[in-house]
């Protein structure tokens, strides 16, 4: 007869087991914050761009004004790289789905040695990988970058032809960048902590965002939200999920306990989107459910709160900006790639290999009858 799990830790997928030291970020589920290499991430969100945020996660400061042009442009260059390689990666980016693609195409990357250059390269082509998928899936022929542009005006317009919006998609990279010890993270912290490179780390980080339970599906929250269709439909069409038994997209989290602080960031960038006559009805829509949602679960979970997380408000503002639901979650491996590429220096520097122990559970080797 097999034995049964005892260990608590064990049993709970390591939750509240410590794994490493770190000094890239603080997630405080009590109290809904976010704190990002000392900085909050609402007010990071508020002030940088993406690459200030590369910065401050590699080097533990934010730049100043003589520095971050030329990250700007280094990262520019690093992307005409990338999109220099899309010829040689095969049928990579012909898989209908979108993460399928990024891993198979950031696998053929090599590394040069130089960590800092490593980190620009990784970031820049996953950007552009990204963004000729989209193309490529749409039918159209990738689009080469601009260097000129910052990375997130770059990477909107490579994947949908235009950039525009692409202040609410900064938002969105510098919100998304980092986020503590989650799943992928650990993923790429396990690679670095064996010795393997950068790149080997990144696909992992990749193959775990594309699980749904780490990565989400945000395009779930438009299909509800599709779904309800006005306001005043929200109440009732909530009230009947619940009552099925089926889960709502887009509230609660496994670490926050009151609101996601990321949900508060990306509303205010829909909310710019909303001033500039773009997503106006969709963000009306999104805020009754919202409230409606959150009325209606505290009314049955009053000792478990499920708040709204960065998926809500995620859904919302990819779509505003033009970018299609399958395109979701690779766009977040656009910002996220940022904190690997953090995670993976600092374990590098910890020099120690991950390695957990196991409770056996299985069954033992029968009594040998010659050796009682």
Request: aromatic residues 4%; charged residues 25%; negative net charge.
């Amino acid at each position: 007869m097999d034995r049964e799990v005892t260990d608590t830790a064990a049993a709970s997928g390591l939750e509240g087991v410590e794994a490493a030291r770190t000094a890239i970020s603080d997630v405080d589920g009590e109290r809904g914050r976010l704190t990002i290499a000392g900085q909050d991430v609402e007010a990071l969100a508020a002030r940088a761009s993406f690459e200030d945020v590369c910065i401050l996660l590699w080097d533990g400061r934010l730049p100043d004004d003589g520095e971050s042009a030329p990250f700007r442009r280094a990262l520019g260059r690093a992307r005409v790289h990338a999109y220099e390689e899309l010829a040689g990666l095969g049928s990579a980016l012909q898989a209908a789905d979108g993460m399928d693609a990024l891993r198979a195409a950031v696998a053929h990357l090599t590394v040069t040695g130089d960590e800092s250059e490593d980190r620009v390269r990784v970031t820049a082509a996953t950007a552009v990988f990204a963004a000729a998928w989209c193309r490529i899936r749409a039918g159209l022929a990738p689009l080469a970058p601009d260097p000129t542009l910052a990375h997130a005006a770059d990477y909107l317009r490579m994947a949908t032809g235009r950039a525009e919006r692409a202040a609410a998609l900064e938002a969105y990279l510098v919100t998304v960048a980092e986020h503590g010890m989650n799943a992928s993270t650990f993923a790429a912290r396990v690679v670095a902590s064996t010795g393997s490179d950068l790149v080997s780390s990144v696909v992992a980080g990749i193959g775990t965002l594309k699980g749904p339970l780490h990565g989400g599906a945000p395009g779930l929250v438009l299909d509800m939200l599709d779904a309800i269709g006005a306001p005043e439909r929200a109440a009732g069409w909530i009230d009947g999920e619940l009552r099925a038994g089926r889960r709502l997209m887009g509230m609660g989290h496994r670490i926050y306990r009151v609101r996601d602080p990321r949900a508060a960031v990306l509303e205010k960038a829909v909310a710019a989107l909303e001033q500039a006559d773009v997503a106006g009805s969709r963000l009306r829509l999104a805020r009754a459910t919202e409230s409606a949602a959150q009325q209606a679960l505290a009314a049955r979970h009053a000792d478990r709160p499920l708040r709204t997380n960065v998926e809500f408000y995620t859904a919302v503002l990819l779509e505003a900006v033009g970018l299609p639901r399958e395109a979701f979650t690779p766009t977040f491996a656009v910002g996220r790639v940022a904190g690997w590429c953090a995670h993976v220096a600092e374990q590098r520097r910890v020099g120690k290999l991950i390695r957990p122990s196991a409770t056996y559970v299985g069954p033992l080797p029968a009594p040998d009858p010659a050796n009682p």
